[in-house]
T-cell receptor, first 114, second 118 residues
Framework: DSGVTQTPKHLITATGQRVTLRCSPR?????VYWYQQSLDQGLQFLIQ???????AKGNILERFSAQQFPDLHSELNLSSLELGDSALYFC?????????????FGPGTRLTVL | AQTVTQSQPEMSVQEAETVTLSCTYD???????LFWYKQPPSRQMILVIR??????QNATENRFSVNFQKAAKSFSLKISDSQLGDAAMYFC???????????????FGPGTRLSVLP
């Protein structure tokens, strides 16, 4: 158990809908990262937040948005969903000041768009 | 921008044998960190081993060790005494030095699928 939690574990929805994925980082971690992993693909970095502020943006679509709240949990909002958005969405957190700064991954949310 | 390449999409190894997974990366930075992550069928991402670029000594974690060649920008993973539970997707990852902690992301390679044959 990495200490990072993600809810829900599974989500099935229809095209055109909007969903929200939630992530709680490890206690004390200030950075949260979101990744998308499509079937049999590598991880695509979406966005990073550090202590409530957006710090880095990757290949995140305009239909997607995220935020990090004062209690450091983060939400990834996906709107106008398309079939191609079906994927495993990972949240990861990392500490500040660690000598390694490795990321600790949550179990992921599997999104299926029908 | 940094890139990470894993040239072996799939590999297989006999149980109890040794296998080496390749990873190369491209960067202009001198200080950075490298990681190997394992993703078993459960899809959980698990950190296997990590290496600081300024350390010449190769990292070792039990049956897992790396061969870090900074000049060649190579970071291979060796798994000794392979076990059935080692079967997974393995991802090589790069990140910049923590001095540049803000606005940095991890760059992952495309992965190598490892099968362990009984």
């Amino acid at each position: 158990d990495s200490g990072v939690t993600q809810t829900p574990k599974h989500l099935i929805t229809a095209t055109g809908q909007r969903v929200t994925l939630r992530c709680s980082p490890r206690s004390g971690d200030l950075s949260v990262y979101w990744y998308q992993q499509s079937l049999d693909q590598g991880l695509q970095f979406l966005i990073q937040y550090y202590n409530g502020e957006e710090r880095a943006k990757g290949n995140i679509l305009e239909r997607f948005s995220a935020q990090q709240f004062p209690d450091l949990h983060s939400e990834l909002n996906l709107s106008s969903l398309e079939l191609g958005d079906s994927a495993l969405y990972f949240c990861a957190s990392s500490p500040f000041g660690s000598s390694y700064n490795e990321q600790f991954f949550g179990p992921g949310t599997r999104l299926t768009v029908l | 921008a940094q890139t990470v390449t894993q040239s072996q999409p799939e590999m297989s190894v006999q149980e109890a044998e040794t296998v080496t997974l390749s990873c190369t990366y491209d960067t202009s930075e001198s200080d950075y960190y490298l990681f190997w992550y394992k993703q078993p069928p459960s899809r959980q991402m698990i950190l296997v081993i990590r290496q600081e670029a300024y350390k010449q000594q190769n990292a070792t974690e039990n049956r897992f060790s790396v061969n870090f060649q900074k000049a060649a920008k190579s970071f291979s993973l060796k798994i000794s005494d392979s076990q059935l539970g080692d079967a997974a997707m393995y991802f090589c990852a790069y990140r910049s030095s923590p001095l540049d902690n803000y606005g940095q992301n991890f760059v992952f390679g495309p992965g190598t699928r490892l099968s362990v044959l009984p």
